[in-house]
């Protein structure tokens, strides 16, 4: 009888969501905040649980590690943000944030261009690797605004767009396949556990 | 002082940084393992600033009668509620808060994403419409990579899957390593601009 009720919960907050396709409306909107409501509130224990105690209180309260106040007053810098006198105090905890970027130049250099460079520098032993290479240059060389479009450069870099139509229309499959299986999910869901459920 | 500081707070901690990823010593390791646990201490708190910011947003949307106030008041229970009841009754397997989550927040979430695939057939159909030669190509390759995942694909012809995991593994990789190239590049130049104080929007406007 419980699980049959919490079906009906489901179906009845899947058909709010799903009332959309037909307009808006006041079941569609109750539901969209209540996502809102619940996503939010639902995190909330789970950052209490999962920072909070392990990084804050175990440490400071149990561990005596004192010093690890100071973190935490800067995380309360946070909080004055939305005073207008004392809303530059949230610069702290943000700068220290940011800090981290030094990291980013070396990191995202190695990861994002020595790494992808490795990768594409390979022998051009197939007609495959051949296209990589065509595509992955032309689609660099569209990038590249200092020279106009036009004329021979104009050529190479329509290539790079038609490298890129095919990247995007394949990246479009799947995200349209990956939306169609969760509607089928849904739809199952409605069927076999809603319906099917009641009548038994 | 109120923009000064902060400043060079980040550009010293960059340089640290950037020394720490290129110097694996006992000392940088330290200092990158002493942050971790500073801006672990410091992250919980994040939570109250957003907890703060959709409360007043909500707040005075409803103590101004904005166009649908009446559902900030949804919003505030329910995130509140679930709050507490994970804080009363637990977060674990079998407790209210894991029924909430199966029942209500997922269901809901799943079907969210799911709407999308109406939404986004008819941004196909708008993009076939556009009739230009490159919208064909993204709607051609889109229609074999698709049908290379369902059996209908590999009814139509057995070669279907195959052609579309070489539209995968061979143009789009061209492309995706062309993005990921510029991506590289912007993100060490972004980087490289906050490092050195030129990028300075993350400290907000006023004083």
Known sequence: ?200 | MKKQIPLLIVIVLSFLFALWAVIPHKVSEDFFQGYLVFARAMSPFGVILGLMSITMVNVTKIKRKAPTWQYSYVTLISLYLTAAIGFIWGTSEGSPYIWIFKNIQMPMSATMFSLLAFYISTAAYKAFRARSAEATVLLVAAIIVMLGQVPYGVMISPKIPAFAQWILDVPNLASKRGFGLGVGLAMTAVSLKIMLGIERSYLGGGD
Request: aromatic share 16%; charged share 10%.
């Open chain 1, 1 to 200: 009888m419980f699980e049959i009720i919490s079906n009906l919960i489901a179906a009845f907050f899947t058909l709010a969501i799903f009332s959309f396709l037909y307009k808006d409306n006041p079941m569609y909107r109750l539901a969209e905040q209540l996502l809102v409501g619940i996503s939010v509130g639902y995190g909330i224990p789970l950052t209490w649980q999962n920072a909070f105690i392990p990084f804050v209180y175990q440490p400071i309260f149990i561990q005596h590690k004192w010093y690890l106040i100071i973190p935490c007053l800067f995380g309360l810098m946070y909080v004055v943000r939305f005073s207008r006198s004392l809303s530059w105090l949230a610069r702290y905890p943000i700068a220290i944030g940011m800090g981290m970027t030094g990291a980013g130049v070396v990191l995202s250099m190695n990861a994002g261009v020595l790494v992808q460079m490795r990768s594409a520098m390979q022998p051009i032993d197939n007609i495959n690797m051949l296209l990589i290479f065509i595509g992955t240059v032309t689609v660099l060389l569209y990038f590249y605004f200092s020279k106009a479009h036009t004329g021979f450069y104009g050529k190479i870099t329509k290539v790079g767009v038609w490298f890129m139509m095919i990247g995007f229309g394949a990246s479009f499959g799947n995200t349209v396949m990956a939306r169609i299986s969760l509607l089928i999910g849904r739809i199952q869901f409605l069927v076999y556990d809603v319906i099917m459920g009641f009548i038994k």
